[in-house]
């Protein structure tokens, strides 16, 4: 294992340093409990708080500030953070509209969050992603998995709970724009989780996992290498077949990178992917490429198509100001 | 349950956890994500730093702190599941002495019920409740019968050992390995393997206790 660190032990802590530095406009790191805050406490509006094991990043702690999120509670690197961190992340953001977790659907992530809001003394609801439909027969396993269309579901709830959306209405755009995002990646690499030191799956030089998740989980099967264009014709047709979008429906095509594949072929993989939606009809109006939902240094890449409708592309459009989403109207 | 008995579960719970380090990585990393070794090290460290806090408390002060604290360091799956666990025993420490053989054992079946509630999960799935679900029914079983002590350990260990080894053949329907399908089968579960070692290990200390 190469890797940039100093202690094992300490390199959550020194990175989360890093980050609060470099963005020392936008967020304020705490401790023991670890939580990010925004560095200016938001008034009169729903919290959203978000969180999960780290080696995702920018996922969370990237989303936090206007338009998105309000804190995010990173666990250690692939484990669920702890509801100690979730109930102190909750009390420093709470502005009297109650508490909108957004959670990946994990057992774990799933069974923490669900134990802080069991102990929480304010309102709270919470939003389950489940984009991912690499995972088959759903109801023999603990479910979808939450991957990147994640992202759109804060950015859209963050945007509405800025207008003052009470609870209800948050929770309710989270759950529709979550229904209406359907998600699968392809490993072509495993990743190595920095205090185990060895790749966490073995795989060979020409083979790659089609439907593989964030934490280097296998997916639906080990395949031989194959082009790029015979590879995004699965995934695309694995999400199409989950989405079942009529003819003319206006999507977001989202191109995620699980952090070590370069750019280039990320946008390679998007115009390979744009032209199987346009020819299914579907209208690509809004689009992302780069790595928003990364896998510590695995290669591949994810694609996500999100159903459009005049409220998810307001919420879309809405501006934002976090470390890793930033735009103006 | 004594205060005494418990610190000491705890000190040769970590060393027979850390001497397992290579197994329980390895086994994660063929069906889970790699880190349950790295989690328990961290839960089992942090539950000694607490010693010299605990070793003054009553049983289900101790069992109740312990659990908080795993709580909040372990993360992950494992983390809500022991705490549940810890907790649940502390209640029962609480409401009434847990001094008898039975009282163990019910209050053993207690704390099994509420993982298997908090996981939503129960036996055949391929989790640390294939080893649990076993060893709390023959706990409760043998205590009605009124068995020797030793036997008992003995059997507690055979349970312990048969459920976990039960989950090489399953597929996994929760937690992580559930996303492998039938490519789960052929290994065993690691989270069925620490709770089967940290059983293994208190039933052995528990056997030095009787002579």
Known sequence: MKKFINNVDDLLVESLSGFAAAHADLVELHLEPHFITRKNKAENKVAIISGGGSGHEPLHSGYIGYGMLDAACPGYVFTSPSPDQMLAAAEAVHAGKGVLFIVKNYAGDVMNFEMAAEM?????????????????????????????????????????????????????????????????????????????????????????????????????????????????????????????????????????????????????????????????????????????????????????????????????????????????? | MKTLFILEAMTTVNQAILSSESELESLDRAIGD?????????????????????????????????????????????????????????????????????????????????????GKADRGEKTMLDTLIPVAETFTQLTQQDTDRLLLLTALQQAAEQGMQSTREMIATKGRASFLGERAIGHIDPGARSSQIIIHTICELAKTKIA
């Open chain 1, 120 to 329: 929480l003394p304010f309102d709270n609801a919470t939003v389950l992603t489940s984009d991912d439909v690499a995972v088959e027969n759903s109801t023999y396993t603990t479910g979808r998995r939450g991957v990147a269309g994640t992202v759109i579901v804060e950015k859209a709830v963050g945007s509405l709970a800025e207008t003052g959306a009470d609870l209800a209405a948050c929770k309710a755009l989270g759950d529709k724009v979550n229904s209406r995002t359907a998600s699968m990646g392809v490993a072509l690499t495993s990743c190595t989780v920095p205090a185990a030191g060895r790749p966490t799956f073995d795989m060979g030089e020409l083979e790659l996992e089609m439907g593989v998740g964030i934490h280097g989980e296998p997916g639906r099967r080990r395949e031989s290498m194959r082009n790029a264009d015979a590879i995004v014709a699965d995934l695309v047709a694995a999400i199409l077949e989950d989405l079942k979008p009529a003819r003319g429906t206006e999507v977001l095509l989202l191109i995620n990178g699980f952090a070590a594949t370069p750019l280039m072929e990320l946008y390679l993989l998007y115009n390979s992917a744009a032209k199987l939606l346009q020819a299914q009809g579907l209208v690509i109006s809004r689009s992302l490429v780069g790595n928003y939902t990364t896998a510590l240094d695995m290669a591949g890449a994810s694609i996500t198509v999100c159903l459009l409708d005049d409220e998810i592309r307001q919420h879309w459009d809405s501006p934002v100001h976090t470390a890793a989403l930033r735009w103006q109207r």
């Open chain 2, 34 to 118: 790699g880190d349950h070794f790295i989690n328990l090290k961290r839960g089992c460290a942090a539950l000694l730093a607490m010693h010299d806090e605990l070793s003054p408390l009553a049983p289900a002060e101790v069992l109740q702190r312990m659990g908080m604290k795993l709580l909040s360091t372990i993360g992950g799956a494992s983390g809500p599941l022991l705490a549940t666990f810890f907790m649940t025993l502390a209640k029962a420490e609480k409401t009434s002495d847990v001094s008898t053989l039975a009282d163990i054992a019910s209050a053993f079946q207690a704390s099994v019920d509420a993982v298997k509630q908090r």
